[in-house]
């Protein structure tokens, strides 16, 4: 079975939902590279008008898969590997956050660490009443780099400091009180309310769309890249600590960290 599934009308609609429910559609580092590849695929295609990122089930996305995590964090070329993996991951934020077309993220239930870092890049977030928004990453040791420069241009960085640090999941409702979301709909809504979302959208020139989406980011691209440098570096780093080891770990045996500092 495909871990993603990806679609596309001839109105210039495309779709790519993350398909690994019985895992929480957990980011491992195929789903990443196929993600990056599809939504390369819609940046390539000329009639594209507009982009939505689901995930199937009952959870959006679950971050990344940290078991898999664990198995790299037991190779000798580690450090190595973790650059690469944070590289991979920039590169798909950065793709979807700079794509030509509005992108929507239309969620249907928690968008956790990584997953929260998909949706960070997205111009509309639409979330059902029981979705919830989390950053765990300093509960397992390690930390939320590469989001972070995503999470203060959509947030601020007052409102990213608490987010960052107290590790508490964030509500849709709280998340929409702080200019995150969009909107907030039912869980029974959350299709319709998409719908409309797109139907306006599509009352807007394609090449208007585009350029206002580039201005937007040529406003804030120069400090934006060097964050994303920065956080790019960070986030390996983190992982190569004794407490990274520990926390995934202790995660996944079910148990309480022992920080060691």
Not at 47 to 63: N, P, T
Not at 166 to 188: F, H, T, W
Not at 198 to 216: M, R
């Amino acid at each position: 079975m495909s871990q993603l599934i990806t679609q596309a009308d001839p109105g210039g609609i495309h779709s790519i939902k993350l398909n690994r429910p019985e895992k929480r559609n957990a980011l491992t580092r195929e789903l990443i590279q196929s993600l990056l590849t599809a939504v390369k695929v819609v940046k390539a295609d000329s009639s594209a008008r507009v982009l939505i990122l689901q995930g199937e089930g009952s959870v959006f996305c679950a971050g990344m898969d940290l078991k898999e995590m664990q198995e790299r964090a037991s190779d000798p070329n580690s450090k190595s590997l973790w650059t690469e993996d944070a590289r991979i991951y920039r590169e798909l934020l950065e793709t979807l956050f700079t794509l030509p077309v509005p992108v929507i993220a239309s969620i249907n239930g928690p968008a956790l660490a990584g997953g929260f870092g998909l949706v960070l890049t997205c111009d509309f977030i639409i979330a059902s009443e029981t979705a919830f928004f989390s950053l765990p990453e300093p509960k397992r040791g390690i930390a939320a780099a590469v989001v972070t420069p995503f999470l203060i241009h959509r947030v601020g960085a007052g409102i990213a400091n608490q987010w960052l640090l107290s590790g508490e999941n964030i509500s849709a409702e709280r998340a929409c009180q702080a200019g995150l979301c969009y909107g907030v709909a039912k869980n029974d809504q959350l299709k319709t309310q998409t719908e409309l979302l797109i139907k306006s959208i599509l009352t807007g020139s394609p090449s208007a769309l585009s350029t206002t989406k580039k201005h937007l980011i040529d406003c804030i691209s120069a400090d934006f890249k060097k964050m994303l440098d920065l956080s790019m570096e960070v986030s390996a780093q983190a992982r190569e600590t004794e407490d990274a080891r520990e926390g995934l770990s202790a995660f996944l045996e079910k148990r309480k960290p022992n920080w060691n500092g």
